[in-house]
């Protein structure tokens, strides 16, 4: 499944290319986790997933452009957690999506990307305790990242993901009664090249 992503990603940043506008591709290294509801009782981990994908920028003005991107991301929670305590943090499921982020880039250098993200889930796997299926297969949050262009060709970002949409919900598990409202919260860093 990976295999014939990235290839369609390398064919469609190929066909790209021959736009009048600037495309590219890029990837790079993430943290992800559950949280439970937005921006509450994060647990970071050691642990790391892949992400690549294309981008696409159309500039309306030096400092404006729409900067679409499409990408195969690896998130949710990818540490199995051992223990008894009952949180956001013990739902451990592995997911991949793909990811289309429709963000705007704001001024030339550096410049600020942020918008609406929206991603559809390829594949879920439970890693320790089974919490339910997933409740819907689109995910859809905000994107915020950082970014510098280098040597003209070369870029580097830094962006975050909020999910805005559940997951996994309970409020009474094993006899205990908790509050778990989970989504999506992703930290990536990737390096791309813009297509001359």
Do not use: W
Request: glycine share 10%; proline share 2%.
């Amino acid at each position: 499944m990976l295999q014939r992503l990235l290839l369609a990603l390398l064919i469609t940043s190929a066909t790209c290319a021959q736009a009048q506008h600037q495309c590219g591709i890029y990837g790079g290294m993430g943290k992800s986790v559950i949280s439970n509801g937005i921006f509450k009782k994060v647990y970071i981990e050691d642990i790391y997933g892949v992400y690549v994908g294309i981008v696409y920028e159309y500039e309306f003005s030096e400092k404006l452009a729409f900067r679409p991107k499409l990408a195969y991301s690896q998130q949710g929670d990818r540490f199995k957690t051992d223990g008894n305590f009952i949180d956001s943090n013990d739902i451990d499921y592995k997911l991949d999506y793909l990811n289309l982020p429709l963000t705007f880039r704001f001024f030339k250098q550096p410049y600020i990307v942020a918008g609406p993200q929206i991603g559809f889930l390829l594949s879920t796997e439970k890693m320790s305790r089974d919490f339910g299926d997933v409740k819907s297969n689109v995910d859809y949050g905000v994107s915020l990242g950082f970014g510098s262009k280098m040597f003209k060709t070369f870029f580097i970002e830094l962006n975050m993901y909020q999910g805005l949409s559940t997951l996994v919900e309970f409020d009474k598990v094993f006899g205990q009664s908790v509050a778990v409202d989970g989504k999506n919260l992703v930290m990536q860093l990737s390096i791309g090249y813009y297509f001359k």
